[in-house]
């Protein structure tokens, strides 16, 4: 079966860090601008970097293509290295964000 060496770990891992941060950290990554802003500057960098590895003319890192779905987009980057990639950065950001100290609770008078 083609695809499940390296495509569904890359799935598993968004949909893992996905409901880790939906249903368990609970840390509001998802809503805030500055994550997002964030991944986009990951991916301006990932893109030239991941490119260069991986462009077929001359490639540092090769893969299966009997592994991944074929499909790469640009420059010869393969989609999963995409969904590694915001596996990766969402999961530290969202522990980072879960070890922040919090404000402790206002004391309610009676």
Partial sequence: MTGLGYTLPAVLAVLAVC???IAVFRTGL???????????????????????LTKLSAPIVLYDNR?????????????????????????VLMLWERRK????AKEVKQ
């Fill in 19 to 21: 409901l880790l941060e």
């Fill in 30 to 52: 998802f809503r805030r601008p500055a994550y997002w802003i964030s991944m986009v500057i990951v991916t301006g960098f990932q893109i030239p970097v991941d490119g260069w």
């Fill in 67 to 91: 592994q991944t779905t074929g499909i790469r987009f640009p420059w010869d980057i393969p989609i999963e290295d995409f969904l590694f990639g915001f596996a990766m950065v969402t999961a």
């Fill in 101 to 104: 100290p919090r404000p402790a």
